[in-house]
């Protein structure tokens, strides 16, 4: 799958966003190595701190489901009729997102849609993540 499928996964995704308090809806596509693509959306809450971003929910979709694998990951997020740039992950997707993947060539595909967006390495985007080499097991 190419970076502009993924990226439509994404926008598919994004429909299903839950956020109405905040009004900034995300959709996440997952692609493992097995070539699955699992979506995501944000899903807020009236408390904030249960609320769930986009990325982490096709994360937990796809390690649910048997899949600790990752290639890449498409974001797309933004209000409604209004361009706020490209959406990343924030720092605890990323570190959700270390724990399942190579950070030097896993593929960040952030973008406002299939004709525009950028692509980075997790470590780019995590430089000193935090992973089971850090821990004494």
């Known amino acids: 799958m190419d970076d502009r499928e993924l990226l439509r996964e994404a926008e598919k995704a994004r429909e299903s ?3 109405p308090y905040s009004n900034y809806h995300v959709g996440a596509a997952l692609l493992t190595a097995s070539g699955k693509v699992y979506r995501g959306c944000n899903i807020e809450n009236a408390a904030y701190t249960p609320s769930n971003c986009a990325e982490r929910t096709a994360v937990f979709k796809a390690v ?3 899949e600790r694998d990752f290639k890449a ?3 797309i997020g933004g209000y409604d009729g209004e361009d706020t740039g490209c959406a990343y992950p924030c ?3 990323r570190q959700v ?6 950070a030097g060539n896993f593929r960040v595909i952030t973008g406002r849609g299939e004709d525009d967006y950028s692509v980075h390495t997790l470590k780019e985007l995590l430089p000193f993540g935090f992973g089971t080499k850090n821990l004494k097991i």
């Open 64 to 66: 649910s489901e048997g």
């Open 73 to 75: 990951i498409a974001v």
């Open 91 to 93: 720092g605890v997707c």
């Open 97 to 102: 997102l270390y724990e399942f993947a190579d």
């Open 17 to 19: 966003s839950y956020a």
